[in-house]
């Protein structure tokens, strides 16, 4: 086990670079909005966001919409700390990494996919100096069955492919990991999913782990049979993480039907009473780690009817939207509730830098974006994006902005003070 002072050193690296970062975000802060790199045939990218002003009037303004140099959309895209460059992860054609203007740098490294429907959160991760991104590779065959563990690399825009150190454990090989922070801190599991590979295996001693993937470095390990009231290893669903000021790691993860377990580095994993049924959540932390934004996944229900047949109508559902709970006792803050009239699954929220804000998807009449107030879940202001494909949502890394991309279109906004 390695003392949350070594980690600290990595936690202080990230904070001293947020003072320079956000150049190329802060750059697109206009008076007027600003149409970048959307011209002849992508034009139609920048009708298809048709991003409006934020309404009412209040601390988020447009200030630009990009049309991205990316290929295959309809994926996730993740901007860089810096704004400058983005990577989406295809399931077919691969990793892409490249820069946000047309005439910059790109690279497609081929493997198979890691998105999916039920677990948005990709295996990529950009590191804090936006020079490069912390992600894996793994040996497949044809029919997409695992040959071996995952093998951490670091991915750039111009076709590198630097190996880092191989993660091992005795109790299996390296089968998910999720980036704390973009450091090489990442929240990982070995020996869970052994019905994945060819040929199969038993996996007798599935086990969660803190690891250091730039030092190739399990800093934490736990057998998940030896937490009290454990989770079935195979019903995983999602992890976020923060560090703390101190270098301390806590990592907040998932699993179905309805569990929720912290572990905070140097301490055992323990069960929370956080008592929220959804099936595939998104969440996130807040900044300090101390609260977590939960999405309701709130939708319509009805029939899905293929090949032009008429379908009855959907049946419109009302619950809650977004929450937000204590992390440690589960308590409630607060709710926000609506009613669905459309089929929708929430994306991941984003919680600004200085636990303010949130972006969240929403669904009522028409999908929305929202940005609510951390304090009450009020919403503050919203609009519209039906029809956005794959939307993510994020804020620069020094919270002056915040910024949404769908398929290859990115839109950013200011965020100013309350009016």
């Known amino acids: 086990m390695i003392p949350s002072s070594e980690i600290g050193e990595q936690a202080l690296f990230i904070s001293t670079l947020l003072a320079a970062l956000s150049l190329g975000f802060a750059s697109a802060a206009m008076a007027s909005p600003e149409v970048i790199g959307c011209k002849g045939d992508l034009t139609k990218i920048l009708e298809a966001l048709k991003p409006i002003e934020p309404k009412p009037a209040g601390p988020m303004r447009l200030s630009a919409s990009r049309c991205l140099p990316i290929l295959r959309d309809g994926y996730p895209v993740y901007p860089s700390p810096d704004g400058r460059k983005a990577f989406t992860s295809h399931a077919i054609d691969g990793l892409w990494v490249g820069s946000v203007d047309r005439a910059g740098a790109h690279y497609t490294f081929p493997m198979h996919g890691f998105t999916s429907l039920w677990t948005p959160i990709v295996p990529f991760e950009w590191l804090p100096d936006s020079s490069a991104v912390l992600g894996v590779a793994q040996d497949k065959d044809r029919s997409g069955f695992a040959l071996g563990g995952l093998q951490p690399y670091l991915f750039t825009e111009t076709g590198g492919q630097t190996p880092l150190p191989v993660l091992t454990?005795?109790?299996?090989?390296?089968?998910?990991i999720f980036w704390i922070g973009g450091t090489g801190l990442a929240f990982a599991t070995f020996g869970t999913r052994g019905s994945y590979y060819r040929p199969e295996h038993e996996d007798p001693h599935p086990t969660i782990a803190l690891v250091d993937a730039k030092a190739g470095r399990v800093l934490d390990a736990v057998e998940i049979a030896t937490i009290p009231t454990p989770p079935d290893y195979r019903h995983f669903v999602a992890a976020t993480s923060r560090v703390d000021r101190s270098g301390r790691v806590r990592v907040l993860t998932a699993w179905r039907p309805d569990i929720w377990m912290l572990w905070d580095q140097g301490e055992k994993p323990r069960i929370l009473p956080i008592h929220n049924k959804i099936k595939h959540p998104r969440y996130t932390l807040s900044m300090d780690g101390n609260k977590v934004l939960i999405m309701g996944n709130l939708s319509a229900t009805g029939w899905i009817c293929e090949f032009g047949n008429p379908c009855?109508?959907?049946?419109?559902?009302?619950?809650?939207?977004?929450?937000?709970?204590?992390?440690?006792?589960?308590?409630?803050?607060?709710?926000?509730?609506?009613?669905?009239y459309d089929f929708f699954i929430s994306r991941v929220p984003a919680i600004s830098p200085d636990d303010r804000y949130a972006l969240i998807t929403m669904q009522s009449e028409k999908e929305y974006v929202a940005l609510v107030s951390m304090t009450d879940g009020s919403v503050l202001q919203r609009f519209e994006i039906s029809g956005w494909a794959s939307p993510t949502l994020g804020f620069s890394p020094d919270g002056k902005e915040a910024w949404i991309t769908s398929g290859s279109g990115m839109v950013t906004f200011t965020i100013g003070t309350q009016q």
């Open 169 to 176: 454990h005795p109790n299996g090989p390296l089968d998910e």
């Open 312 to 340: 009855p109508p959907l049946t419109p559902q009302s619950g809650m939207i977004a929450e937000l709970r204590e992390v440690v006792s589960g308590r409630l803050i607060w709710s926000l509730t609506g009613k669905a």
